[in-house]
């Protein structure tokens, strides 16, 4: 049974902050950018590292959705503040919860630009007894089309910001009681049993984190600060398609752990299933994944492989797959297809998978079976989808002309 609990209807405890128009927030911005808004609200620059300093623990340590809470804060200020700016995440559509714990939220951002309609975003949650596991968007749709992901079947609409990225890490923790002293929701999820209930971010949801480079690793910049959220790099991965020229730069800036959505040991094959390669075939791609920046045994890239039915999954397959990444600290996931409305694919058959698998294993490479999680809310790897659609230059008002930028 699947629990979808809209935004107001939810557990009785949970009130979200909307969106207030025209006001933008600090929830999610990078120091730099809150200094910034408070130079603007009117305070000293002498007072700036002060105030940043404790604007920033109240955001990121504290969790705390409204200016008043900020007890330290002078009464002036906070009201200076309130007039300007919010401390609102991203709008909550809808949750639902899956009967294996998973919970997938539908995030409604604001609009900017000439958007007409507000833009919406999927972000899953993935609890385990030791662990917790956030996968978040960097874009609204993707511009990769990928055959077998829901997601590609959406086009691009455009890049997230750095705190729309940020806010649905916040959204989250605010979702699970993930804050100092923080009731856990009543709705009967499941939750990891440990004091950190988030404690791994994944960049797989929807659209290419690496065609939303700066904004993504200023992003992480945030996530990372040991002085608020401090999720510690190594548990933090970014899910690349293979946008070859930007993988190198990412472990300079960024330096988090890497995955690469491999799926095809044959250019022709990867061609079809990610049509990327077709800029930067697979040759290409593994020798930059040979030169990531940190790449070793404690710091290993993991490939990500989806069984399809026929298609990649023969024992050749296999060989060839251990061929290609020898040389590579690597870790392979098996990721059994997950289906969703319309698709060509079927899931290869589990006995083909642990075939696989063993060659794999023999090798020398961890080839975990990834468990598919929230199969029955559209959850899964490569489910994820929201309605929103690019609007065409006809479609906005005034004669602004269409540039295909994101």
Known sequence: MVAVIPTRAASP???PPVMAAGKPTLAGLTRARLADALSAAGVPAKQLRMRETQLWKWIYISGVTSFDAMTDVSKDLRSRLAELYTLDRPEIVAEQVSIDGTRKWLLRLPKRGHEVKAPEIECVYIP????????????????????FCHTGTQKLVRNLEVEEIVGQILLAKDRIGDWPGAAAPNDGGLLPTGERKITNIVLMGMGEPLYNFDNVRDAMDVASDGEGLSMSKRRITLSTSGVVPE????GEEAGTMLAISLHAVRDELRDTLVPLNRKYPIAELLEACRNYPGVSNPRRITF??????????????????V????????????IPFNPWPGTQYECSEWAQIEKFAEVVNKAGYASPVRTPRGRDILAACGQLKSESQRQRASERPGPVADTGGA
Do not use: H
Not at 139 to 147: A, D, E, K, S, W
Not at 247 to 250: A, E, F, H, Q, T
Not at 323 to 334: D, E, M, Q, S, T
């Open 247 to 250: 993988i190198g730069r990412w």
């Open 128 to 147: 385990e007894e030791d662990r917790g596991t956030l996968c978040i968007s960097s874009q609204v749709g993707c511009t990769l089309t990928c055959t």
């Open 13 to 15: 405890d949970f009130e």
């Open 323 to 334: 061929r290609l990444l020898a040389g590579i600290p690597a870790k392979i996931n098996l």
């Open 304 to 321: 990500e492989y989806v069984m399809l039915k026929g298609v990649n999954d023969s024992l050749a397959d296999a060989r060839e797959l």
